[in-house]
């Protein structure tokens, strides 16, 4: 199903083509863009999938295979893997029989991990010396709050979950298509969260009945082509297929003063600091009240979201 109803919530995501006006746009507006015609370096030209198997060579990478287009965290319906990175690029590139078996209907993803996924942030310049100075990020952002630059390598037709992050990034298109849909963090209450993800899968034949608020979620659309870079604004939902075999690179940078980032948080996934405390607050704040009477929890529930909304009102 496209209902008609949800076709009337779809913005294009505008595009720029100078980067000083995309500057200025994130510092004021705080909304998607598309930047055109950067000049990345070399990558552009060079990063495919043969170039990469031929230049990547000593390396295994940690993956996502999936036997479904949609991949489902909440439920995970996904499997981690490791394979030599060659491997990978030759069966995401392909999906047909290689060296290792291979199953036609697996679907493989790599978000690239740093050198000890447990204590290293991601970055290619460091992981991937190979290929270090054939990339050059747009200067959407200062250097010395750059956090993580992350390799996006995906089969065709495989959709990552609609999730946010806490950090402003960028999503380098290198090469293939990808079609990006994105929510404005105002519509939260529209989809459905568990955690940083939603979850309404399907998000264009939604289960209305089962996920009815989200009809009213406006969504934010493009295609990604290979040289565009899209930026995604902090607590933005955003839901990425790849529409071909698809290279990416996602570089994320801290936007905030450093104390309100987890500082083990390797991933940069985490909620803020203050965030964190704000839920465990709220856990407390529930086990305090289910000790009472159903009807005064529900009277001092209603109170308790007063005293936030007045919060909010207030400001
Ligand atoms: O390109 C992808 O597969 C996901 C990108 C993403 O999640 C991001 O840019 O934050």
Redesign the pocket.
């Known amino acids: 199903m496209f209902d008609s109803d949800l076709m009337v919530n779809v913005v294009p995501v505008q595009s720029f083509s100078d980067e000083t006006l995309a500057k200025e746009w994130i510092k004021n507006k705080r909304e998607p863009f598309i930047l055109k015609n950067f000049d990345y370096g070399p990558c552009l030209q060079k990063w495919n999938a043969e170039y990469m198997m031929e230049k990547v060579n000593n390396k295994t990478v940690k993956i996502h295979v999936s036997s479904k287009s949609e991949m489902d965290f909440i439920n995970k319906n996904f499997l981690y893997r490791t394979l030599p990175f060659k491997e990978l690029i030759k069966r995401a590139s392909q999906n047909k029989q290689t060296d290792f078996f291979i199953d036609e209907n697996e679907k493989y ?1 790599l ?1 690239s991990l740093g050198a000890d996924d447990r204590k290293d942030v991601a970055d290619i310049q460091k992981d991937y010396p190979e290929l270090s100075n054939e990339i050059r990020y747009p200067p959407l952002f200062e250097l010395e709050n750059f956090f993580s630059s992350v390799f ?1 390598i ?1 089969s065709a037709g495989l959709r ?1 979950w609609t ?1 946010y ?1 806490i950090m402003d ?3 380098i298109q290198i090469n293939g298509k ?1 079609r ?1 849909v994105l929510f404005p963090p105002s519509d939260v209450d529209n989809l459905y969260m568990k955690g940083d993800k939603s979850q309404v899968l399907e998000i264009d034949n939604p289960d209305l009945s089962k996920y009815p608020l989200f009809a009213h979620a406006k969504k934010y659309e493009c295609i990604l082509e290979a040289g565009d870079v ?1 930026f ?1 604004p902090s607590l933005w939902l ?1 839901n ?1 297929i ?1 529409v071909s075999f ?1 290279i ?1 690179v ?1 570089v994320f940078w801290k936007h905030l003063d450093d104390e309100f980032y987890e500082k083990k948080d390797v991933y940069g996934n985490k909620d803020l600091v203050a965030a964190q405390k704000a839920f465990l607050f709220a856990d407390k704040a529930i086990n305090e009240l289910n000790r009472l009477p159903l009807h005064y929890k529900e009277f001092y529930i209603k109170r308790v979201i007063q005293k936030f909304q007045k919060n909010l009102d207030d400001e």
């Open positions: 993803y978000r996006r995906s990552l999730h992050d990034n960028i999503l990808k990006v899209i995604i955003h990425v790849s698809s990416g996602n």
